[in-house]
Protein backbone atom coordinates (compact mmCIF):
# COMPACT_ATOMS: atom_id res chain seq x y z
CA UNK A 1 0.00 0.00 0.00
CA UNK A 2 1.07 3.78 -0.59
CA UNK A 3 2.40 5.32 2.72
CA UNK A 4 2.01 9.15 2.13
CA UNK A 5 4.70 11.23 3.33
CA UNK A 6 2.80 12.88 6.82
CA UNK A 7 3.08 16.68 4.07
CA UNK A 8 0.29 15.14 2.07
CA UNK A 9 -3.70 15.11 2.57
CA UNK A 10 -5.67 12.61 2.10
CA UNK A 11 -8.93 13.58 -0.04
CA UNK A 12 -12.36 11.72 -0.13
CA UNK A 13 -14.60 12.02 -3.63
CA UNK A 14 -17.59 11.02 -3.74
CA UNK A 15 -18.41 10.87 -8.17
CA UNK A 16 -21.29 9.88 -9.80
CA UNK A 17 -21.52 8.97 -13.35
CA UNK A 18 -23.41 8.44 -16.68
CA UNK A 19 -21.41 4.80 -18.13
CA UNK A 20 -23.39 4.76 -21.03
CA UNK A 21 -20.25 6.57 -23.32
CA UNK A 22 -17.19 5.04 -20.76
CA UNK A 23 -15.33 1.62 -20.44
CA UNK A 24 -15.61 1.02 -17.46
CA UNK A 25 -14.29 2.68 -13.91
CA UNK A 26 -10.61 1.32 -14.51
CA UNK A 27 -8.18 2.93 -16.29
CA UNK A 28 -6.95 1.17 -19.53
CA UNK A 29 -4.66 2.75 -22.26
CA UNK A 30 -6.51 3.77 -25.23
CA UNK A 31 -10.23 3.72 -23.57
CA UNK A 32 -12.69 6.26 -22.29
CA UNK A 33 -12.45 5.22 -18.57
CA UNK A 34 -13.89 6.96 -14.96
CA UNK A 35 -10.60 6.61 -13.15
CA UNK A 36 -8.88 7.51 -16.43
CA UNK A 37 -10.56 10.73 -17.00
CA UNK A 38 -10.67 12.30 -13.59
CA UNK A 39 -7.12 11.15 -13.05
CA UNK A 40 -6.22 12.94 -16.46
CA UNK A 41 -8.32 16.15 -14.15
CA UNK A 42 -6.05 15.65 -11.44
CA UNK A 43 -3.10 15.48 -13.24
CA UNK A 44 -3.97 18.89 -14.92
CA UNK A 45 -4.77 20.20 -11.54
CA UNK A 46 -1.32 19.35 -9.45
CA UNK A 47 1.21 19.68 -12.50
CA UNK A 48 2.09 15.97 -12.01
CA UNK A 49 0.77 12.45 -12.16
CA UNK A 50 -1.73 11.68 -9.39
CA UNK A 51 -2.76 7.87 -8.74
CA UNK A 52 -6.91 8.02 -7.42
CA UNK A 53 -8.34 4.57 -6.22
CA UNK A 54 -12.57 3.61 -6.46
CA UNK A 55 -14.14 1.85 -3.84
CA UNK A 56 -15.90 -0.31 -7.04
CA UNK A 57 -14.58 -1.28 -10.48
CA UNK A 58 -17.18 -0.86 -12.48
CA UNK A 59 -17.87 -2.45 -15.81
CA UNK A 60 -18.40 -0.91 -18.92
CA UNK A 61 -22.17 1.16 -19.09
CA UNK A 62 -23.12 0.48 -15.67
CA UNK A 63 -23.34 3.82 -13.99
CA UNK A 64 -22.66 5.13 -10.64
CA UNK A 65 -24.54 7.19 -8.27
CA UNK A 66 -21.87 7.54 -5.85
CA UNK A 67 -18.45 6.11 -6.35
CA UNK A 68 -16.01 6.47 -3.59
CA UNK A 69 -12.73 7.54 -4.09
CA UNK A 70 -9.54 9.06 -2.71
CA UNK A 71 -6.07 9.85 -3.73
CA UNK A 72 -3.23 12.17 -1.98
CA UNK A 73 -2.49 15.96 -2.71
CA UNK A 74 0.67 18.45 -2.09
CA UNK A 75 -1.92 20.85 -2.62
CA UNK A 76 -1.74 22.53 0.54
CA UNK A 77 -3.77 26.28 0.17
CA UNK A 78 -7.24 24.93 -1.01
CA UNK A 79 -10.32 23.77 1.50
CA UNK A 80 -11.21 20.33 0.41
CA UNK A 81 -14.70 20.75 -1.35
CA UNK A 82 -13.30 23.50 -3.12
CA UNK A 83 -11.89 20.47 -5.58
CA UNK A 84 -15.57 19.78 -6.15
CA UNK A 85 -15.64 22.91 -8.82
CA UNK A 86 -12.23 22.54 -9.74
CA UNK A 87 -12.51 19.15 -10.77
CA UNK A 88 -15.89 19.38 -12.35
CA UNK A 89 -14.74 22.52 -14.39
CA UNK A 90 -12.00 20.20 -15.86
CA UNK A 91 -14.15 17.26 -16.43
CA UNK A 92 -17.20 16.14 -19.13
CA UNK A 93 -20.70 16.54 -18.08
CA UNK A 94 -21.06 12.44 -17.70
CA UNK A 95 -18.88 12.30 -15.00
CA UNK A 96 -19.73 14.72 -11.86
CA UNK A 97 -18.16 15.10 -7.95
CA UNK A 98 -20.68 15.60 -5.88
CA UNK A 99 -18.68 15.53 -2.65
CA UNK A 100 -14.88 16.49 -1.62
CA UNK A 101 -13.84 16.04 1.69
CA UNK A 102 -10.58 15.54 4.19
CA UNK A 103 -10.24 11.79 5.34
CA UNK A 104 -7.49 10.69 7.57
CA UNK A 105 -3.82 8.95 6.47
CA UNK A 106 -4.99 5.92 6.43
CA UNK A 107 -8.14 5.50 4.56
CA UNK A 108 -7.84 3.04 1.36
CA UNK A 109 -11.49 3.92 -0.72
CA UNK A 110 -11.10 0.24 -2.21
CA UNK A 111 -9.40 -1.51 1.10
CA UNK A 112 -11.61 0.79 3.71
CA UNK A 113 -14.86 -0.20 1.99
CA UNK A 114 -16.45 -2.66 4.41
CA UNK A 115 -19.99 -2.58 2.32
CA UNK A 116 -20.57 -2.00 -1.35
CA UNK A 117 -25.04 -1.33 -2.34
CA UNK A 118 -26.00 -1.87 -6.24
CA UNK A 119 -29.24 -1.16 -7.08
CA UNK A 120 -30.56 -2.56 -10.41
CA UNK A 121 -33.47 -0.76 -12.24
CA UNK A 122 -36.12 -2.33 -14.47
CA UNK A 123 -39.04 -0.78 -17.14
CA UNK A 124 -41.71 -3.47 -17.20
CA UNK A 125 -44.47 -1.33 -19.21
CA UNK A 126 -44.11 -2.37 -22.74
CA UNK A 127 -42.94 0.80 -24.03
CA UNK A 128 -40.62 3.20 -22.77
CA UNK A 129 -38.73 6.49 -23.25
CA UNK A 130 -35.02 6.93 -24.12
CA UNK A 131 -34.35 8.43 -21.40
CA UNK A 132 -35.57 5.88 -19.26
CA UNK A 133 -34.22 3.29 -21.51
CA UNK A 134 -30.86 4.46 -21.06
CA UNK A 135 -30.80 3.63 -17.20
CA UNK A 136 -32.99 0.30 -16.81
CA UNK A 137 -33.34 -2.85 -18.64
CA UNK A 138 -36.59 -2.90 -20.32
CA UNK A 139 -37.78 -6.08 -19.41
CA UNK A 140 -41.55 -5.58 -21.04
CA UNK A 141 -43.36 -7.48 -18.57
CA UNK A 142 -44.68 -7.32 -14.78
CA UNK A 143 -43.31 -9.82 -12.51
CA UNK A 144 -44.31 -11.94 -9.42
CA UNK A 145 -43.21 -9.80 -6.78
CA UNK A 146 -43.98 -13.20 -4.14
CA UNK A 147 -41.76 -15.26 -5.91
CA UNK A 148 -38.43 -12.54 -6.72
CA UNK A 149 -39.00 -12.00 -2.72
CA UNK A 150 -38.49 -16.17 -2.49
CA UNK A 151 -35.80 -15.89 -4.38
CA UNK A 152 -33.81 -13.04 -3.03
CA UNK A 153 -34.11 -14.10 0.51
CA UNK A 154 -31.54 -17.07 -0.29
CA UNK A 155 -29.25 -14.25 -1.16
CA UNK A 156 -27.67 -13.74 2.63
CA UNK A 157 -24.87 -14.58 4.61
CA UNK A 158 -21.32 -15.83 3.72
CA UNK A 159 -22.34 -17.11 0.48
CA UNK A 160 -20.07 -19.09 -2.48
CA UNK A 161 -20.94 -17.00 -5.37
CA UNK A 162 -19.54 -19.05 -7.87
CA UNK A 163 -22.05 -19.51 -9.89
CA UNK A 164 -22.70 -15.97 -10.19
CA UNK A 165 -18.88 -15.36 -11.31
CA UNK A 166 -17.43 -14.43 -14.89
CA UNK A 167 -16.00 -17.13 -16.80
CA UNK A 168 -12.39 -15.17 -16.68
CA UNK A 169 -13.42 -14.38 -12.92
CA UNK A 170 -9.31 -15.16 -11.27
CA UNK A 171 -10.36 -14.53 -7.35
CA UNK A 172 -8.87 -16.43 -5.18
CA UNK A 173 -12.10 -16.87 -2.87
CA UNK A 174 -15.42 -16.90 -4.55
CA UNK A 175 -16.69 -16.68 -1.38
CA UNK A 176 -18.80 -13.25 -0.25
CA UNK A 177 -20.75 -11.84 2.23
CA UNK A 178 -24.24 -10.73 1.61
CA UNK A 179 -25.97 -8.41 3.77
CA UNK A 180 -29.32 -7.69 2.23
CA UNK A 181 -30.76 -8.57 -1.52
CA UNK A 182 -33.93 -7.79 -2.34
CA UNK A 183 -36.85 -6.41 -5.02
CA UNK A 184 -38.98 -3.58 -4.23
CA UNK A 185 -41.23 -0.89 -5.44
CA UNK A 186 -40.49 2.57 -5.80
CA UNK A 187 -42.14 5.22 -8.27
CA UNK A 188 -43.93 2.65 -10.32
CA UNK A 189 -40.21 1.65 -10.99
CA UNK A 190 -39.05 -2.08 -10.31
CA UNK A 191 -35.84 -2.26 -8.50
CA UNK A 192 -33.28 -4.76 -6.73
CA UNK A 193 -30.68 -3.97 -4.40
CA UNK A 194 -28.22 -5.79 -3.23
CA UNK A 195 -25.15 -5.19 -0.34
CA UNK A 196 -22.29 -7.20 -0.03
CA UNK A 197 -18.96 -6.76 1.57
CA UNK A 198 -17.49 -7.25 -2.37
CA UNK A 199 -18.80 -8.50 -5.44
CA UNK A 200 -16.97 -10.73 -8.13
CA UNK A 201 -16.95 -9.61 -11.46
CA UNK A 202 -20.52 -8.80 -13.17
CA UNK A 203 -21.72 -10.74 -10.14
CA UNK A 204 -24.73 -8.62 -9.37
CA UNK A 205 -25.66 -8.47 -13.05
CA UNK A 206 -25.54 -12.50 -13.40
CA UNK A 207 -27.61 -12.91 -10.02
CA UNK A 208 -30.02 -10.45 -11.67
CA UNK A 209 -30.25 -12.33 -15.10
CA UNK A 210 -30.68 -15.52 -13.13
CA UNK A 211 -33.54 -14.27 -11.24
CA UNK A 212 -35.35 -12.87 -14.19
CA UNK A 213 -35.28 -15.88 -16.31
CA UNK A 214 -36.40 -18.08 -13.21
CA UNK A 215 -39.26 -15.58 -12.58
CA UNK A 216 -40.32 -15.79 -16.05
CA UNK A 217 -39.99 -19.36 -16.01
CA UNK A 218 -42.13 -19.59 -12.96
CA UNK A 219 -39.28 -21.81 -11.24
CA UNK A 220 -39.38 -22.76 -7.80
CA UNK A 221 -37.03 -21.40 -5.03
CA UNK A 222 -35.99 -24.84 -4.89
CA UNK A 223 -34.37 -24.25 -8.50
CA UNK A 224 -32.49 -21.24 -7.41
CA UNK A 225 -30.97 -23.14 -4.22
CA UNK A 226 -29.84 -25.43 -6.52
CA UNK A 227 -28.29 -23.33 -9.27
CA UNK A 228 -26.35 -20.94 -6.02
CA UNK A 229 -25.45 -24.60 -4.54
CA UNK A 230 -24.58 -26.32 -7.71
CA UNK A 231 -21.84 -23.58 -7.81
CA UNK A 232 -21.02 -23.52 -11.53
CA UNK A 233 -21.61 -20.50 -14.12
CA UNK A 234 -23.26 -22.66 -16.87
CA UNK A 235 -26.20 -22.93 -14.19
CA UNK A 236 -27.55 -19.87 -13.83
CA UNK A 237 -29.12 -17.49 -16.53
CA UNK A 238 -28.10 -15.12 -18.79
CA UNK A 239 -25.85 -11.90 -17.83
CA UNK A 240 -28.27 -8.61 -17.34
CA UNK A 241 -27.50 -5.33 -19.42
CA UNK A 242 -25.20 -3.09 -17.63
CA UNK A 243 -27.56 0.13 -18.23
CA UNK A 244 -29.89 -0.73 -15.45
CA UNK A 245 -26.91 -1.40 -13.16
CA UNK A 246 -25.82 1.74 -10.44
CA UNK A 247 -23.11 1.53 -7.89
CA UNK A 248 -25.59 3.32 -5.44
CA UNK A 249 -23.78 3.38 -2.06
CA UNK A 250 -20.58 2.49 0.08
CA UNK A 251 -19.87 2.29 3.39
CA UNK A 252 -16.86 2.28 5.82
CA UNK B 1 -47.76 18.19 -51.25
CA UNK B 2 -47.74 14.53 -51.85
CA UNK B 3 -51.21 12.87 -53.20
CA UNK B 4 -51.74 9.28 -51.62
CA UNK B 5 -53.35 7.01 -54.08
CA UNK B 6 -56.86 6.06 -52.23
CA UNK B 7 -55.10 2.64 -51.27
CA UNK B 8 -52.66 4.16 -49.21
CA UNK B 9 -53.45 4.91 -45.39
CA UNK B 10 -51.92 7.10 -43.89
CA UNK B 11 -50.49 7.07 -40.42
CA UNK B 12 -49.25 9.08 -37.54
CA UNK B 13 -46.72 8.52 -35.33
CA UNK B 14 -45.98 10.20 -31.71
CA UNK B 15 -41.91 9.99 -31.25
CA UNK B 16 -39.68 10.51 -28.31
CA UNK B 17 -36.15 10.80 -28.82
CA UNK B 18 -32.91 11.54 -26.30
CA UNK B 19 -31.22 14.50 -29.01
CA UNK B 20 -27.85 13.75 -27.06
CA UNK B 21 -26.66 11.89 -30.26
CA UNK B 22 -28.70 12.85 -32.71
CA UNK B 23 -27.54 15.73 -35.56
CA UNK B 24 -31.42 17.34 -35.04
CA UNK B 25 -34.47 15.73 -36.92
CA UNK B 26 -33.73 16.36 -40.36
CA UNK B 27 -32.63 13.67 -42.61
CA UNK B 28 -28.70 15.02 -43.68
CA UNK B 29 -26.63 12.42 -45.58
CA UNK B 30 -24.21 10.81 -43.88
CA UNK B 31 -25.26 12.24 -40.69
CA UNK B 32 -27.38 10.21 -37.88
CA UNK B 33 -30.68 12.19 -37.86
CA UNK B 34 -34.23 10.70 -36.42
CA UNK B 35 -36.07 11.38 -39.55
CA UNK B 36 -32.70 9.70 -40.93
CA UNK B 37 -32.88 6.89 -38.69
CA UNK B 38 -36.88 6.43 -38.74
CA UNK B 39 -36.76 6.20 -42.73
CA UNK B 40 -34.14 3.94 -42.78
CA UNK B 41 -36.39 1.87 -40.19
CA UNK B 42 -39.55 2.23 -42.35
CA UNK B 43 -38.00 1.12 -45.57
CA UNK B 44 -36.57 -1.56 -44.00
CA UNK B 45 -40.38 -2.91 -42.71
CA UNK B 46 -41.83 -1.82 -46.65
CA UNK B 47 -38.75 -2.92 -48.52
CA UNK B 48 -39.24 0.58 -50.30
CA UNK B 49 -38.44 3.88 -49.47
CA UNK B 50 -41.03 5.78 -47.19
CA UNK B 51 -41.14 9.25 -46.81
CA UNK B 52 -41.32 10.78 -43.00
CA UNK B 53 -42.76 14.12 -42.45
CA UNK B 54 -42.35 15.83 -38.84
CA UNK B 55 -44.31 18.62 -36.97
CA UNK B 56 -41.05 20.28 -35.60
CA UNK B 57 -37.51 20.36 -37.20
CA UNK B 58 -35.18 20.21 -34.00
CA UNK B 59 -31.81 20.79 -33.76
CA UNK B 60 -28.73 18.80 -33.00
CA UNK B 61 -28.76 17.90 -29.18
CA UNK B 62 -32.57 18.90 -28.66
CA UNK B 63 -34.89 16.45 -27.45
CA UNK B 64 -38.70 15.33 -27.93
CA UNK B 65 -41.06 14.24 -25.83
CA UNK B 66 -43.97 14.26 -28.56
CA UNK B 67 -42.68 14.69 -31.97
CA UNK B 68 -45.25 14.13 -34.35
CA UNK B 69 -45.05 12.78 -37.33
CA UNK B 70 -46.52 11.18 -40.65
CA UNK B 71 -46.17 8.70 -43.69
CA UNK B 72 -47.86 7.12 -45.98
CA UNK B 73 -47.62 3.23 -46.23
CA UNK B 74 -49.13 0.00 -48.42
CA UNK B 75 -49.46 -2.22 -45.87
CA UNK B 76 -52.83 -2.83 -45.35
CA UNK B 77 -53.09 -6.01 -43.06
CA UNK B 78 -51.56 -4.28 -40.25
CA UNK B 79 -53.50 -2.53 -37.01
CA UNK B 80 -51.77 0.61 -36.88
CA UNK B 81 -50.57 0.14 -33.05
CA UNK B 82 -48.92 -2.53 -34.41
CA UNK B 83 -46.21 -0.24 -35.62
CA UNK B 84 -45.20 0.77 -32.51
CA UNK B 85 -43.10 -2.45 -31.87
CA UNK B 86 -42.52 -3.12 -35.16
CA UNK B 87 -40.71 0.22 -35.31
CA UNK B 88 -38.76 -0.17 -32.18
CA UNK B 89 -37.85 -3.51 -32.94
CA UNK B 90 -35.62 -1.82 -35.98
CA UNK B 91 -34.84 1.39 -33.61
CA UNK B 92 -32.01 2.55 -31.55
CA UNK B 93 -32.91 2.65 -27.92
CA UNK B 94 -32.67 6.37 -28.04
CA UNK B 95 -35.10 7.40 -30.40
CA UNK B 96 -38.71 5.47 -29.48
CA UNK B 97 -42.26 5.88 -30.97
CA UNK B 98 -44.59 6.05 -28.21
CA UNK B 99 -48.15 6.09 -30.14
CA UNK B 100 -49.28 4.96 -34.04
CA UNK B 101 -52.65 5.55 -34.79
CA UNK B 102 -54.58 5.86 -38.22
CA UNK B 103 -55.50 8.96 -39.49
CA UNK B 104 -57.46 10.98 -42.36
CA UNK B 105 -55.90 11.07 -46.27
CA UNK B 106 -54.97 14.76 -45.37
CA UNK B 107 -53.22 15.25 -42.36
CA UNK B 108 -49.68 16.07 -42.79
CA UNK B 109 -47.54 16.32 -39.51
CA UNK B 110 -45.83 19.59 -40.44
CA UNK B 111 -49.02 21.81 -42.38
CA UNK B 112 -51.75 20.66 -40.02
CA UNK B 113 -50.29 21.74 -36.77
CA UNK B 114 -51.33 24.44 -35.18
CA UNK B 115 -49.67 25.12 -31.80
CA UNK B 116 -45.94 23.72 -31.16
CA UNK B 117 -45.18 23.80 -27.35
CA UNK B 118 -41.53 23.75 -26.26
CA UNK B 119 -39.94 23.15 -22.70
CA UNK B 120 -36.97 24.22 -21.18
CA UNK B 121 -35.27 22.56 -18.42
CA UNK B 122 -32.85 24.58 -16.37
CA UNK B 123 -31.08 23.14 -13.22
CA UNK B 124 -30.12 25.74 -10.57
CA UNK B 125 -28.00 23.89 -7.70
CA UNK B 126 -24.44 24.47 -7.55
CA UNK B 127 -24.21 20.51 -8.61
CA UNK B 128 -25.94 17.81 -10.73
CA UNK B 129 -25.77 14.61 -11.31
CA UNK B 130 -24.77 13.42 -15.18
CA UNK B 131 -28.75 12.42 -15.91
CA UNK B 132 -29.74 15.38 -15.06
CA UNK B 133 -27.18 17.42 -16.88
CA UNK B 134 -28.36 15.94 -20.13
CA UNK B 135 -31.39 17.09 -19.84
CA UNK B 136 -31.06 20.30 -18.57
CA UNK B 137 -29.08 23.79 -19.00
CA UNK B 138 -26.49 23.92 -15.47
CA UNK B 139 -27.07 27.63 -14.50
CA UNK B 140 -26.00 27.46 -11.25
CA UNK B 141 -27.88 29.76 -9.27
CA UNK B 142 -31.53 30.83 -8.57
CA UNK B 143 -33.32 33.42 -10.54
CA UNK B 144 -35.86 35.98 -9.71
CA UNK B 145 -39.03 34.43 -10.89
CA UNK B 146 -41.03 37.42 -10.68
CA UNK B 147 -38.39 39.36 -12.91
CA UNK B 148 -38.78 36.05 -15.17
CA UNK B 149 -42.72 36.60 -15.30
CA UNK B 150 -42.71 39.99 -16.33
CA UNK B 151 -40.03 39.05 -19.39
CA UNK B 152 -42.17 36.43 -20.38
CA UNK B 153 -45.34 38.27 -20.30
CA UNK B 154 -43.79 40.38 -23.37
CA UNK B 155 -43.93 37.36 -25.21
CA UNK B 156 -47.72 37.10 -26.20
CA UNK B 157 -49.63 37.85 -29.73
CA UNK B 158 -48.27 38.03 -33.45
CA UNK B 159 -44.89 39.04 -33.10
CA UNK B 160 -41.57 40.41 -35.18
CA UNK B 161 -39.56 37.81 -33.99
CA UNK B 162 -36.60 39.11 -36.14
CA UNK B 163 -34.18 39.01 -32.96
CA UNK B 164 -34.69 35.78 -31.84
CA UNK B 165 -33.97 34.33 -35.00
CA UNK B 166 -30.70 32.65 -36.13
CA UNK B 167 -27.96 34.61 -38.67
CA UNK B 168 -28.83 31.83 -41.45
CA UNK B 169 -32.68 32.21 -40.89
CA UNK B 170 -34.18 32.63 -44.35
CA UNK B 171 -37.88 32.84 -43.55
CA UNK B 172 -40.03 34.73 -45.89
CA UNK B 173 -42.02 35.89 -42.75
CA UNK B 174 -40.19 36.41 -38.85
CA UNK B 175 -43.74 36.94 -37.87
CA UNK B 176 -45.19 34.23 -35.05
CA UNK B 177 -48.32 33.78 -33.39
CA UNK B 178 -47.09 32.81 -29.52
CA UNK B 179 -50.05 31.53 -27.51
CA UNK B 180 -48.12 31.53 -24.53
CA UNK B 181 -44.34 31.61 -22.64
CA UNK B 182 -44.20 31.32 -19.12
CA UNK B 183 -41.82 29.88 -16.47
CA UNK B 184 -42.67 27.47 -13.37
CA UNK B 185 -41.08 25.43 -10.97
CA UNK B 186 -42.22 21.87 -10.87
CA UNK B 187 -40.72 19.67 -8.68
CA UNK B 188 -37.72 21.58 -7.77
CA UNK B 189 -37.03 22.24 -11.35
CA UNK B 190 -37.02 25.32 -13.10
CA UNK B 191 -38.86 25.04 -16.99
CA UNK B 192 -39.25 27.53 -19.16
CA UNK B 193 -42.66 26.54 -21.63
CA UNK B 194 -43.15 28.61 -24.89
CA UNK B 195 -46.09 27.67 -26.82
CA UNK B 196 -46.35 29.05 -30.90
CA UNK B 197 -47.69 28.67 -34.17
CA UNK B 198 -44.18 28.07 -35.38
CA UNK B 199 -40.94 28.85 -34.32
CA UNK B 200 -37.97 30.39 -36.33
CA UNK B 201 -35.12 28.42 -36.42
CA UNK B 202 -32.99 28.86 -32.99
CA UNK B 203 -35.31 30.63 -31.26
CA UNK B 204 -36.39 29.12 -28.48
CA UNK B 205 -32.63 28.75 -27.27
CA UNK B 206 -32.20 32.64 -27.99
CA UNK B 207 -35.28 33.97 -26.30
CA UNK B 208 -34.06 31.96 -23.41
CA UNK B 209 -30.70 32.86 -23.68
CA UNK B 210 -31.21 36.59 -23.29
CA UNK B 211 -33.87 35.97 -20.56
CA UNK B 212 -31.87 34.28 -18.43
CA UNK B 213 -28.96 37.17 -19.33
CA UNK B 214 -31.46 39.91 -18.88
CA UNK B 215 -32.19 38.32 -15.19
CA UNK B 216 -28.57 37.80 -14.75
CA UNK B 217 -27.85 41.38 -15.10
CA UNK B 218 -31.32 42.52 -13.21
CA UNK B 219 -32.28 43.65 -16.34
CA UNK B 220 -35.72 45.90 -16.44
CA UNK B 221 -38.90 44.13 -18.60
CA UNK B 222 -38.15 47.68 -21.21
CA UNK B 223 -35.21 46.59 -21.65
CA UNK B 224 -36.56 43.15 -23.00
CA UNK B 225 -38.72 45.19 -24.47
CA UNK B 226 -36.20 46.98 -26.51
CA UNK B 227 -34.76 44.12 -27.32
CA UNK B 228 -37.72 42.89 -28.85
CA UNK B 229 -38.66 45.82 -31.09
CA UNK B 230 -34.96 46.57 -31.76
CA UNK B 231 -35.34 43.50 -34.63
CA UNK B 232 -31.94 42.82 -34.71
CA UNK B 233 -30.16 39.14 -33.33
CA UNK B 234 -27.01 41.58 -32.44
CA UNK B 235 -29.44 42.83 -29.67
CA UNK B 236 -30.05 39.54 -27.90
CA UNK B 237 -28.30 37.19 -25.47
CA UNK B 238 -26.39 33.64 -26.64
CA UNK B 239 -28.25 30.84 -27.90
CA UNK B 240 -29.36 28.82 -24.79
CA UNK B 241 -27.42 25.07 -25.33
CA UNK B 242 -29.57 22.32 -27.27
CA UNK B 243 -29.72 19.55 -23.63
CA UNK B 244 -32.14 21.89 -21.97
CA UNK B 245 -34.51 21.91 -24.54
CA UNK B 246 -37.26 19.59 -25.06
CA UNK B 247 -40.05 19.29 -28.11
CA UNK B 248 -43.25 19.09 -25.69
CA UNK B 249 -46.45 18.58 -27.73
CA UNK B 250 -48.05 19.40 -30.98
CA UNK B 251 -51.78 20.39 -31.35
CA UNK B 252 -53.45 20.23 -34.37
Not at 153 to 180: H, P
Request: hydrophobic residues 40%; contains cysteine.
Amino acid sequence: MHEAPSSERNIRLVIAYDGTDFSGWQRQNGRRTVQGIIEAALAKLHKHPVKLSGSGRTDSGVHARAQVANFHTTIQRMEAERFIPALNSLLPKDVRITEASETSADFHARFSARLRTYRYFFITEKEANPWELRYAWHIRRHVDMALLADYSRLFRGEMDCTSFAAAADKSKSRFRYIANAHFFIEGNRLTFEISANAFLWNMVRSIVGTLIQCEEHGASERTVQDIIEGRKRALAGPTAPPEGLFLWRIEF
